[in-house]
């Protein structure tokens, strides 16, 4: 099992900017997919971004592209989502997920996510 804490949340106004972090625990072997999703209220959960173990390839949702940047620390087993330039729209709870490599980009394990607000 894979266990996932999320951090950094809050309340921030728009254009500003906030850092979640995501600290893995557990068998982090199974963790060279780890990525951010969001769930804004009403609205269907949503991919954001991912990164891989070993080459730190990255992928952004488009809504996000140049305004938000994924990192990560094996060394520290931490998820990164650095956020600049925040809209309302940005509003949501941010949850980390992680999955192993089976060939394809899956989740097996999420954090209980961390609360996103944005005011305009």
Sequence with gaps: QVQLVESGGGL???GG????SCAASGRTSRTYFMGWFRQ????EREFVGSITYNDGRTRYADSVKG??????DNTQNTLYLQMNSLKPEDTAVYYCAAGPNRGY???DYWGQ???VFVSS
Excluded: D, M, W
Excluded at 40 to 43: F, I, T, V
Excluded at 67 to 72: E, K, L, N, V
């Design 12 to 14: 921030v106004q728009a």
């Design 17 to 20: 900017s906030l850092r979640l």
């Design 40 to 43: 804004a209220p009403g609205k």
């Design 67 to 72: 305004r938000f940047t994924i990192s990560r």
């Design 105 to 107: 980009e899956g989740y």
């Design 113 to 115: 996510g961390t609360q």
